[in-house]
């Protein structure tokens, strides 16, 4: 049976509908009427649009202006939507998620005891020691991170990336690249655009290299500066969630700021951080409020149902209950951090390659390729389960690279 599976992002992140025996004369309208009934959102309150910036509208009038979806009867292949394809949801009120069904401990009727009510309520304490013993970061990686916000960005909207590195027996994260998805960032908020396919490219470089998905970095903007958290209510849900996914109990989340010096200058700063124990068990039992009000102090977190802080019965939560601080150091890794990087406002092209292949001649060839980004490049030519980790390989154990991938490297270069 033929299938098409179409992503759609959303304010709740990435989701698929799939659409069994797909006609080519698919409409908007029955596009539509699937989200409705697989994601569940009424069709009267969805607006889908081909354009990322949908999710960046704050106003109703702002949304009515992505008008490349409205018309019930286009046809979606005239958009360029086919199988794997990404479009835009933005949607009015709340939608009812249908979850798993969950039988309750304990017969129905069954009187609570003092046990059943203590074990019922949701202590949230401060975690003292993180997993994390300390976070180093490559100098060149950090470095190529921070200028860019600050020298093209100037701190004025929001950046992020992913880090990628190893993590010692003793719980040391190392950091050695970062990889920046696809993103939308205004003064304070971070939309990461991602997309599957890259980050399948990004995780064979990084078997091959002997590394893997260590962290999430992002900046703060000069607005936020003058708030008074560490973390806004919105980062905490953005790094919770990310560290649920990764999976990784020395996952590590970054932040990078602007601060003013002693002698009235600026400085740009790094801190670190884990998501507690309690945070991501909250975020993953979804105690957390989703949509978060201009009215919500940023400095707290609102939940559904109220949790005990300090022997009070609350639903707000002072976003540094969640953090565990982790010491930060940097050290010279394995990879240079000189080749122009994905997703930036001045595309990646092949000319780049080129101009970095004839500046680096005088190098061994695995030298000249030892960099993450020109990797990430060139792996979209190559096989991902085979070739991307092999040639990631040899950079990681800097042996002579084949002649078949060095041939294709600099055959893509001169025709630039």
Not at 100 to 125: C, E, H, W, Y
Not at 137 to 147: G, H, K, P
Not at 396 to 404: D, F, H, I, L, S
Request: glycine content about 6%.
């Amino acid at each position: 049976m033929a299938k098409m599976m179409i992503r759609i992002r959303s304010r709740d992140g990435l989701e698929r509908v799939t659409i069994d025996n797909p006609n080519p004369r698919l409409t908007i309208a029955q596009l539509k009427s699937t989200i409705e009934s697989q994601l569940r959102v009424p069709i009267p309150n969805q607006t889908l649009s081909t354009n990322q910036n949908l999710l960046l509208a704050k106003t109703p009038s702002d949304v009515s202006k992505f008008t490349d979806m409205t018309n019930p009867q286009t046809l979606i292949s005239t958009l360029g939507i086919a199988h794997g394809s990404m479009i835009y949801l933005s949607y009015e009120g709340q939608r009812t998620v249908v979850g798993p069904k969950f039988v309750p401990s304990g017969s129905f009727g069954r009187k609570m005891t003092m046990d059943d009510l203590i074990a019922k309520q949701m202590r949230v304490t401060r975690q003292e020691n993180p997993y994390c013993e300390m976070v180093s970061f490559d100098r060149d990686a950090a470095n190529a991170f921070q200028n860019y916000v600050n020298e093209s960005l100037v701190f004025a909207v929001k950046r992020g990336g992913i880090m990628y590195g190893t993590v010692s027996p003793e719980g040391k994260v190392e950091v050695d690249f970062i990889y920046e998805p696809p993103q939308q960032g205004t003064e304070e908020v971070l939309i990461l655009l991602r997309d599957p396919g890259e980050e399948k490219l990004v995780d064979a470089i990084a078997m091959g290299l002997g590394m893997r998905k260590v962290g999430f970095i992002f900046t703060q903007t000069i607005g936020q500066n003058k708030k008074d958290y560490t973390m806004s209510n919105v980062e905490v849900l953005q790094a919770a969630e990310l560290q649920a996914e990764g999976d990784l109990k020395e996952w590590v989340t970054a932040i990078v700021k602007l601060e003013v010096n002693e002698e009235g200058g600026a400085d740009v700063h790094f801190e670190a951080f884990q998501m507690s124990d309690m945070c991501i068990r909250l975020f993953k039992e979804g105690w957390f409020e989703r949509e978060i009000g201009k009215d919500v102090d940023p400095k707290l977190s609102r939940m559904k149902k109220d949790v005990v802080v300090g022997g009070k019965d609350t639903k707000e939560v002072d976003n540094d209950f969640f953090l565990v601080v982790v010491k930060i150091f940097d050290h010279q890794g394995p990879l240079s951090s000189i080749f122009p990087i994905e997703n930036r406002i001045t595309p990646v092209t092949m000319k780049a390659l080129k101009n970095h292949l004839d500046r680096t001649r005088s190098l061994p060839f695995v030298k000249r390729i030892s960099d993450f980004h020109l990797l990430l490049l060139v792996a979209r030519f190559l096989d991902v389960n085979a070739d991307v980790p092999a040639l990631a390989q040899c950079v990681q154990t800097q042996m002579a690279v084949p002649e078949g991938y060095q041939l294709l490297i600099e055959s893509m270069a001169s025709a630039s």
